[in-house]
């Protein structure tokens, strides 16, 4: 795996999310309410809208378009259920934090 450092920790607060790009992927950082970290693929995979304009409610993302949610946790599809978030994997090392993007693709659910 090579994990690429995004950002500190400081820099998304809990129950906050941030856009970056690593290593030429646009992904969006979630940090919960109960401190953990997450990195999904920042457009919604309906109409590719970036989700960072849409809303967290604890770990549930929802899209400002049309209204598509999201487990930030599992990347699941809460509404509809057949839509996913790519994932990426997240390490923290002391304040740091670092997503690996390598060999995993955006997902797609136009419905």
């Known amino acids: 795996m090579a994990f690429t450092k995004v950002c500190s920790l400081s820099d998304v607060w809990q129950g906050e999310m941030e856009a970056f790009e ?3 992927t646009e ?3 979630v940090h919960t309410m109960g ?3 997450h990195a999904v693929q920042s457009i919604c995979p309906h109409q ?3 989700l960072v304009e849409g809303e967290l409610e604890g770990n549930e993302l929802t899209c400002c378009m049309h209204l598509w ?3 930030v946790v599992s990347g699941k599809g809460v509404n509809p259920t057949h839509a996913e978030l790519a994932k990426y994997p997240v390490k923290i090392e002391g304040e740091d934090v670092l997503v690996d993007v390598a060999g995993i693709e955006v997902k797609f659910a136009h419905a």
Do not use: M, R, T, Y
């Open 22 to 24: 690593v290593d030429g």
């Open 27 to 29: 992904i969006l950082l």
């Open 35 to 37: 401190g953990e970290v």
């Open 48 to 50: 590719e809208v970036d």
């Open 69 to 71: 949610q999201f487990d």
